[in-house]
């Protein structure tokens, strides 16, 4: 790469963070009109939650499993195998969860939505419907913007629960752990604060993925090449985008 390209990329890096941002206040301005029918984001959260729950179960079933077997491991040279539920339920409510859950998203829902709006760009409905003055922003992105938002929070939740119950199942019926001791020392360590810092994150997340999935079918070339770079850009930078802050948070809720 020359030194020219290598000067060039931090403007393009500060040039793409200004459209998104552009392009989330002009989502936001249409927030409120969106709201106005409920019909199109109970449909987007269906699109992006509902239709995720296998992954998203599967995933958090093997995840709380095998967090289940290296917490086991690790607890036992200490001797504190009763433990086993604390480790578990901190480590998926407060990283794993979120994090995991914001990648599978990325990898699933958010692929759905960039490829829905980039073959409506480049078959050009969104043209037409300029044309007709009807806002691609009021009735494509932000139903589908909040949708992802809502669903994401609710997506973390079951992957939680679920791998609560995989690092039970591991725990309990296959290393003896007691499961009196493993449910009721997760009761009395786990706070309030522990369970909102993976709600921020949840939330948090869910805004930059869909953010960015809507974006890059919304600005992607009216080809079929176009669509499909786009997509591939959309898990990059969603997860790049969610890995980066949750260091920020993490080191914020420290």
Same mark, same amino acid.
């Given at each position: 790469?020359?030194?020219?390209?290598q000067?060039?990329?931090?403007i393009?890096?500060?040039?793409?963070?200004?459209?998104?941002?552009?392009?989330?206040?002009?989502i936001?301005?249409?927030?409120g009109?969106?709201?106005?029918?409920?019909k199109?984001?109970?449909?987007?959260?269906?699109n992006?939650?509902?239709?995720s729950?296998?992954?998203?179960?599967?995933?958090?079933?093997?995840?709380?499993?095998?967090?289940?077997?290296?917490?086991?491991?690790?607890?036992?040279?200490?001797?504190s195998?009763?433990a086993?539920?604390?480790?578990?339920a901190?480590?998926l *409510?407060?990283?794993?969860?979120?994090v995991? #859950? &914001?990648?599978?998203? $990325?990898?699933?829902? %958010?692929? !759905?939505? /960039?490829?829905?709006?980039?073959?409506?760009r480049?078959?050009?409905?969104?043209?037409?419907?300029?044309?007709?003055?009807?806002?691609?922003?009021r009735?494509v992105?932000?139903?589908?913007?909040?949708?992802?938002?809502?669903?994401?929070?609710?997506?973390v939740?079951?992957?939680n629960?679920?791998?609560?119950?995989?690092?039970q199942?591991?725990?309990?019926s296959?290393?003896?752990?007691?499961?009196?001791?493993?449910?009721s020392?997760?009761q009395?360590?786990?706070?309030?604060?522990?369970?909102?810092?993976?709600?921020?994150?949840?939330?948090?997340?869910?805004?930059?993925?869909? *953010?960015?999935?809507?974006?890059?079918?919304? #600005? &992607?070339?009216?080809? $079929?090449?176009?669509? %499909?770079? !786009?997509? /591939?850009?959309?898990?990059?930078?969603s997860?790049?985008?969610?890995?980066?802050?949750?260091?920020i948070?993490t080191?914020?809720?420290?």
């Amino acid at each position: 790469m020359t030194a020219a390209a290598q000067d060039i990329l931090p403007i393009r890096a500060v040039r793409a963070l200004g459209e998104v941002t552009l392009f989330l206040f002009r989502i936001l301005m249409q927030v409120g009109p969106s709201l106005l029918r409920p019909k199109l984001i109970v449909l987007q959260v269906y699109n992006a939650g509902a239709r995720s729950l296998i992954i998203i179960m599967l995933s958090g079933f093997f995840v709380g499993a095998v967090l289940g077997l290296q917490g086991f491991s690790l607890l036992q040279r200490f001797g504190s195998e009763a433990a086993l539920g604390v480790a578990a339920a901190l480590g998926l *409510l407060k990283e794993l969860g979120p994090v995991v #859950t &914001a990648l599978l998203f $990325a990898g699933r829902a %958010g692929t !759905a939505l /960039t490829s829905e709006i980039g073959l409506m760009r480049a078959t050009d409905q969104l043209t037409a419907m300029q044309m007709m003055a009807v806002d691609p922003l009021r009735y494509v992105v932000a139903p589908r913007f909040l949708g992802g938002i809502i669903a994401m929070p609710l997506l973390v939740a079951i992957f939680n629960l679920v791998g609560l119950f995989g690092a039970q199942l591991v725990g309990v019926s296959q290393m003896g752990v007691d499961a009196g001791a493993f449910w009721s020392q997760m009761q009395g360590s786990v706070e309030l604060d522990d369970v909102m810092e993976g709600i921020i994150k949840s939330i948090v997340f869910g805004i930059g993925c869909t *953010l960015i999935a809507v974006h890059e079918g919304y #600005t &992607a070339e009216p080809t $079929a090449a176009g669509v %499909g770079l !786009a997509t /591939t850009r959309t898990v990059v930078a969603s997860s790049v985008l969610t890995l980066l802050l949750d260091y920020i948070l993490t080191a914020a809720f420290m």
